[in-house]
């Protein structure tokens, strides 16, 4: 008898436990009490004694237009906040705004920016499997298709089952970019809601649990965003490392140069490895103009060594400049200079076009 009757309290305790773990999430801990206590009238004093100094340390606040009186004991969520995540390099977020929105400034110019938010929200849309059910670009505003979710939401107390609700939500996503272009924010806006229980259909949100669906798909997106740059950076840098075929050829002014079978992206920092491989050292550089501005320190049994029979010095120690250019969708000049920036002549551009091709052509190079 004893001992059905501890298994029957512990039953109970485990039910009850179950119950109460929901709500116990969302809400306060400890008594609701407080909610009975009435607003107590100011002291009165008769008007021929003098007021005494009442202090406001502990005055509550007026309530402002927009709050909800309703939000008070078990009605108010104490979850933490939702908050936007600017994960992306160059994002940021504006502090007391209200709505769901993350600005974004021009890092890779490979593209627009306008372009490359677009192109990664489509590109997360594609991946979780959720339509378009409008895009206008010039309008700079997008609204998806209903993404539809299954939750599992505890039973009550007597139930050993969960019960499923299915959540829908639509999402308007619009543009706003500056008139420069290298700065646009992304905002995200709840335009429908549904969601089943059983028999039970809500179709009604809070404005609390209205922006925590909005922060939680933006920063999905933002999370999404982040990942394809880093993907894009990480096959950057083994396009950098691999060896990349050269030719003799001529820059956009008929000047002698060397022609790299690389994007000027890919290109520029290659430059930079190769030079020190090379031997030389760079002192400046402008990749905006493409000038590299170099000291050469001598081969120290470095590129030029074992490459030719001869003695005879092919490069004198001294500074130097490098003119990189777009030479086409895919290739890049590369024109040799001496400190005046007058270009070398095309039989020391010849010269010298075994050991560079040798080195660009180099694969892992050291970063």
């Not at 489509?122 to 979780?128: A, K, N, R």
Request: hydrophobic letters at 40%; aromatic letters at 8%.
């Amino acid at each position: 008898m004893k001992r059905t009757l501890a298994i029957a309290s512990s039953v109970a305790m485990v039910a009850l436990a179950g119950c109460s773990s929901q709500l116990d999430r969302k809400t306060a801990s400890g008594s609701y009490e407080y909610l009975k206590t009435k607003e107590q009238k100011t002291l009165e004093v008769p008007p021929e004694l003098s007021k005494p100094t009442f202090s406001r340390d502990f005055a509550l606040p007026e309530l402002g237009q927009e709050a909800d009186p309703s939000l008070v004991g078990k009605n108010l969520v104490v979850r933490s906040p939702a908050l936007v995540l600017p994960l992306v390099t160059g994002s940021h977020v504006e502090e007391g705004k209200g709505s769901a929105t993350i600005w974004f400034d021009q890092v890779d110019d490979s593209q627009p920016l306008s372009q490359a938010i677009w192109n990664s929200l489509l590109s997360f849309l594609d991946e979780q499997g959720i339509g378009v059910d409008s895009f206008s670009p010039e309008d700079k505003v997008l609204i998806t298709d209903w993404m539809v979710i299954t939750k599992e939401i505890d039973g009550p107390w007597y139930s050993f089952t969960d019960e499923e609700s299915e959540v829908g939500r639509r999402f308007e996503f619009s543009l706003e970019v500056k008139p420069h272009g290298r700065s646009a924010a992304l905002t995200v806006e709840l335009k429908d809601y549904m969601q089943t229980l059983g028999n039970d259909v809500i179709a009604d949100v809070s404005s609390m649990e209205e922006r925590r669906e909005e922060v939680d798909v933006l920063n999905q997106v933002i999370g999404h965003y982040e990942y394809q740059i880093q993907l894009a950076e990480t096959r950057r840098i083994a396009k950098i490392r691999q060896g990349i075929n050269t030719e003799m050829g001529f820059n956009a002014d008929g000047d002698a140069a060397y022609l790299v079978e690389a994007q000027y992206d890919v290109a520029w920092p290659r430059m930079l490895l190769v030079l020190r491989k090379l031997g030389f050292d760079v002192k400046d550089l402008d990749k905006s103009n493409g000038l590299l501005f170099v000291t050469y320190n001598g081969d120290q049994g470095s590129w030029w060594d074992g490459l030719f029979s001869s003695d005879t010095e092919l490069l004198k120690k001294g500074d130097y400049r490098l003119k990189v250019a777009k030479a086409g969708a895919n290739r890049t000049s590369v024109t040799f200079m001496n400190n005046e920036s007058v270009p070398f002549e095309a039989n020391q551009v010849s010269d010298l076009y075994s050991a560079f091709a040798e080195v660009m052509s180099e694969d892992n190079l050291d970063i």
